[in-house]
């Protein structure tokens, strides 16, 4: 792989640093390239990035990178041609007719995930459970929002390129970019398999944040690399040798370990330098597992092992299914060498299956990762290693896009926290995952500034803000309607508030019903748990609701109360003459217990409607006045008169009922259009409105007529939804 500097020393000087940046490519692609290369040249000329690095120098890193990668042409054309977008008004019509669709959406991908980074920086700088598993959140998103996946590809290169100038550029800048790298796009690279970008991010990330350190081992090493590099050359070939004339058929690989690897491997397990055996590894992979046992053999007649240090993963597995045989040995300098064997199979596993690397090591972030995710992840890991086997390049780059997770979405609150979402999720499954009473409050909601329909699917990136009212729960219509709630928490919490409101209410109702029965009764100092049990009911909440719901009556109260030989032989409720709302429809919509054949009339100050408590009051002339239980004329009546209080309860009815609502708003031009304009949609017959206004604040009094509840709270529902109104209740 050219390094950057010299790339750009060949830009300047004789040689060409274009074969280094097509190798591997067909003519076509090597031709795209070049015309990629002379585009950045005179695009870039000597503008720098924000870290001060020459656009141009980036550009040529990046593409060197993803050549030793052995990426395709499409890739190392985005790299070179990554920022673009920033400096040419037309980019994206340039480049799609230049270099097509592909490259284009390479380099407009990179674009979106750049901009991600005031949110990786803030996260990497944090320690907390919550701060580690934003950052896991994080890593998924940047791939999420990749449509190609060789754009994250793409970012670890710029990422690499980046730590690799920084070397040269001391500064608290370079220690943020440090910690990002160890924090986000190390693991990253880790999880995609791509090793050496990993290897790399990790020690020049760690020979900033802790020089000292970072020599001290460098220097306990007591060799440099070439050194460690080519000892291992030679216990390749001397082990390979051996194992040929066993006729062991194997492949054996070997690296000097990193200094970050150490380092870590120190403080984990706090080892002394000396204690850490694998400074230098081998690895032995065979075809059968009686291979791995001979080929240990060998490995002890070359070199004496070290006491303690043998375990046998083969026999005895670890919990994630791992298999391998570790050893330790005393290579012919006199130094520790790790040994690892195992079979291909055993392999595959644990670098692709539930062992590996990433799972184990970085298990203990406070992450939570789901299976699918994970299995995605091992499926682009086998994607990378299966590259080099697929001559048509056009299939793999097929592979890796439908690669992409596209079962979740990452969208930002305000405040830069990423939460996930399943994909086709709306503004109100944001708010009901961020607060359950936030979803009930929502009444809209802005997307990266602008104002969108609650039902609007959410896009990966986008900025959400929930706009809230003081009070009020959901609508119906979020459960009925189409696209309003997309993820089943969120429509069960709904479902949730209005079947506890629901209850509520019929608690309410029933309470009266009792309470007022044993009024009449004189039974008011008895226990309304022994009531319950008396009647065969769970409790006193188990009595209410069974008096609201007409489950027991004023009968079975009684009977309960003064024992069944005082019961009365006969007190049922007899319906009587219809309310003036039900005498057009011939059906009597009120029920009074004990008298028969008067007249009722709702009572204009409360208007009630079923399914509202109610009770009656004889009048003078005008038969029987029903009102709600909590109507304060009612209770004023009531105390003067209280041998004219008769029970009442509702019937069949398919009448219509007035009911007065009061909506408080900012008072505004079109608001009073806009109320009926809701009105008008549902139909809704106005008999009376009142309306005024003081120090911006409007109150509208509004007399509705509506055929049941589940009208009136749709109705409801719908005006509190109008700009600026902040409550309606009815009153």
Not at 37 to 49: M, V
Not at 226 to 246: G, K, M
Not at 406 to 413: F, M
Not at 629 to 653: D, L, Y
């Amino acid at each position: 792989m050219v390094s950057v500097v010299h790339a750009l020393d060949l830009l300047q000087g004789s040689p060409d640093p274009l074969p280094q940046l097509t190798v591997g490519l067909d003519v076509v692609a090597a031709a795209r390239v070049a015309a990629a290369l002379d585009l950045a040249c005179a695009t870039y000329e000597r503008k720098l990035l924000s870290s001060g690095e020459p656009t141009l120098q980036h550009a040529l890193g990046m593409a060197s990178i993803a050549a030793g990668l052995q990426l395709d042409g499409e890739v190392r054309c985005a790299a070179l041609l990554f920022s673009i977008t920033d400096l040419v008004a037309d980019a994206p019509a340039r480049l799609k007719v230049g270099f097509g669709e592909t490259v284009a959406g390479l380099v407009a991908n990179l674009h979106r995930l750049a901009s991600l980074r005031p949110l990786t920086r803030a996260a990497a700088d944090g320690n907390s459970a919550q701060v580690q598993e934003q950052i896991e959140v994080l890593r998924k998103m940047l791939i999420a929002m990749a449509d190609d996946l060789r754009v994250v590809l793409l970012r670890l290169a710029s990422r690499v390129q980046t730590l690799r100038f920084l070397v040269a550029q001391p500064g608290e800048a370079r220690l943020a970019v440090a910690r990002e790298s160890l924090s986000i796009y190390a693991p990253l690279a880790n999880r995609l398999g791509l090793w050496p970008l990993k290897w790399e991010m990790e020690d020049l990330a760690f020979r900033y944040l802790e020089p000292e350190t970072y020599k001290r081992i460098a220097q306990m090493l007591d060799e440099k690399r070439l050194e460690r590099e080519a000892f291992i050359t030679v216990a390749v070939a001397r082990l390979r040798n051996e194992l040929a004339v066993a006729g062991i058929r194997a492949e054996v690989v070997g690296r000097p370990k990193h200094i970050y690897s150490i380092w870590n491997k120190m403080r984990g397990k706090k080892l002394a330098f000396e204690q850490v055996h694998d400074v230098r590894a081998l690895r032995i992979i065979v075809d059968e597992v009686k291979d791995c046992y001979t080929a240990l053999g060998l490995v002890y007649q070359l070199w004496p092992p070290i006491h303690g240090e043998f375990d046998d993963y083969i026999s005895h597995p670890k919990g994630n299914d791992y298999r391998s045989l570790h050893t330790a040995v005393i290579g012919d300098d006199g130094r520790a060498l790790e040994v690892q064997i195992r079979t291909h199979e055993m392999h595959r596993h644990a670098e692709l299956g539930v062992a590996a690397h990433w799972r184990y090591k970085e298990a203990g972030s406070g992450a939570k990762a789901s299976g699918a995710y994970e299995d995605k992840i091992s499926w682009l890991r086998q994607l990378l290693s299966w590259r080099d086997e697929i001559t048509d390049s056009a299939e793999w780059v097929e592979q890796f896009r439908r690669a992409a997770l596209d079962d979740t979405i990452y969208v930002l609150t305000p405040q830069g926290k990423v939460l996930d979402l399943a994909r086709g999720a709306t503004p109100l499954d944001f708010a009901y995952r961020l607060h359950t009473d936030l979803g009930h409050r929502c009444r809209g909601a802005k997307v990266d500034g602008h104002m969108v329909p609650l039902d609007t699917p959410l896009q990966n990136g986008q900025r959400v803000e929930i706009l809230t009212t003081k009070s009020g729960g959901p609508s119906r219509d979020w459960l009925h309607g189409e696209g309003y709630l997309a993820t089943p928490r969120a429509r069960q919490k709904v479902r949730q508030w209005f079947v506890e409101r629901e209850k509520a209410e019929q608690l309410a109702a029933g309470r009266a019903i009792v309470m007022r029965e044993l009024q009449r009764l004189g039974a008011t100092q008895m226990k309304l748990s022994d009531l319950a049990v008396a009647l065969g009911l769970d409790g006193a909440d188990g009595l209410f609701l069974a008096a609201a719901r007409g489950q027991i009556g004023a009968r079975a109260i009684e009977g309960a109360v003064r024992g069944p030989a005082e019961a009365p032989p006969q007190d049922e409720t007899i319906p009587i003459h219809a309310s003036r709302v039900d005498q057009a429809n011939g059906r009597s919509g009120i029920l009074i217990v004990g008298v028969d054949k008067l007249l009722t009339q709702i009572g204009r100050c409360c208007k009630p409607m079923p399914p509202d408590a109610i009770i009656g009051f004889v009048t003078r002339g005008k038969g029987i006045s029903v009102h709600r239980i909590g109507c304060v004329n009612f209770r004023h009546m009531a105390r003067k008169n209280p041998e004219r209080v008769i029970e009442a309860t509702w019937g069949k009815s398919e009448g219509v009922y007035a009911v007065d609502l009061l909506i408080e708003a900012s008072d505004r031009q079109g608001l009073l259009k806009d109320v009926s304009d809701v009105l008008s949609r549902q139909r809704v017959n106005v008999s009376g409105v009142k309306m005024r206004s003081r120090n911006a604040q409007a109150k509208m009094g509004l007399t509705v007529d509506v055929p049941d509840a589940e009208s009136l709270q749709k109705i409801t529902a719908q005006l509190a939804e109008v700009s600026g109104v902040s409550q309606v209740r009815r009153r």
